[in-house]
């Protein structure tokens, strides 16, 4: 109930009148109102009778360079995820003192995590994130890199969908149950979003958001924009097709290292 309560509350602080963004301080961003008349929601509501059903909401939420990158050209030659390029946009994540609650406790459950210890205002948008995970789709470089993450997903007990053409043998046993998708990122997301029920399904890597934002398939989008240019790597809006992709901006966060950025795709 709580989750429902949340998810209202967020769609109509969006709807509310207002004349577009002002800026804030690092503890509370802002969020632009949208504009009367615009069709969709960030969170689908269906009214029948008395009950809302709340749908799975699909998000890209990922961290970039200014230059459009999420990872840097080494990415594949470190086992651990650790290329170049990725450590140095990651700093944010590591640059705090407030932890992030839930992976504190899969911590204290003996899950492998890693530390997260953010700016206050990085932590209360990445918690937020976290809160409202239901589900990840992602690709299998990302699956690989990250060794799988040892069974327990980028979140442990979030259910991970990966898309594949090469069912692994051997699956490590986690936390987080794995499903590898063949059929296609269509099955992959509706799969997804069946397993998130009301919460969001993140998408990682950049072949996946790529292919969910050109079957429009991507309610959201979350940039944690770094202010480096890496120059080279893995480009996360690239091969989108000729038309491109409307965005209506819905909050900046500005915190120490990363400005979180939250646009909704304009359908
Ligand atoms: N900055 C961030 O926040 C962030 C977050 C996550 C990841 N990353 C980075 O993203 C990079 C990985 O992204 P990526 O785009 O290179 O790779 P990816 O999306 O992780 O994986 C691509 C692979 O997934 C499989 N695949 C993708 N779509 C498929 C489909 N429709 N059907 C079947 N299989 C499909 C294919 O592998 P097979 O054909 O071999 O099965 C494809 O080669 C890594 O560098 C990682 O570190 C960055």
């Not at 990966?162 to 069912?167: G, I, K």
């Amino acid at each position: 109930m709580r989750r429902l309560e949340w998810l209202a509350s967020d769609v109509n602080r969006l709807v509310e009148n207002g004349k577009g963004p002002e800026r804030v301080d690092q503890a509370g961003g802002y969020v632009r109102p949208r504009r009367a008349g615009v069709s969709g929601s960030p969170t689908h509501i269906e009214r029948s009778g008395e009950e809302q059903h709340f749908m799975a909401k699909v998000i890209v939420a990922l961290t970039m360079s200014l230059d459009g990158f999420i990872a840097g050209r080494s990415d594949a030659e470190h086992p651990d995820g650790e290329g170049e390029g990725v450590r140095r946009i990651f700093d944010w994540y590591f640059d705090g003192d407030t932890p992030i609650r839930p992976y504190q406790e899969a911590e204290r459950r003996g899950v492998p995590v890693p530390p997260f210890k953010l700016a206050a205002a990085s932590a209360k948008v990445f918690e937020e994130l976290v809160d409202s995970g239901g589900a990840v789709v992602t690709g299998r470089r990302t699956y690989d890199i990250s060794g799988a993450w040892g069974g327990n997903g980028p979140l442990p007990g979030l259910p991970l969908f990966v898309v594949t053409h090469r069912v692994p043998d051997q699956v490590p046993q986690g936390e987080s149950r794995y499903t590898f998708v063949t059929d296609g990122i269509e099955s992959a997301v509706k799969q997804a979003k069946a397993a998130a029920g009301d919460r969001w399904v993140s998408l990682m890597g950049s072949s996946v958001p790529q292919q969910c934002l050109q079957a429009g398939l991507v309610d959201e989008i979350q940039i944690h924009l770094v202010p480096v240019l890496l120059g080279t790597g893995i480009r996360l809006f690239d091969h989108l097709g000729p038309d491109g992709i409307d965005l209506e901006l819905l909050r900046v966060v500005e915190a120490p290292g990363v400005t979180h950025l939250r646009y909704r795709v304009v359908r």
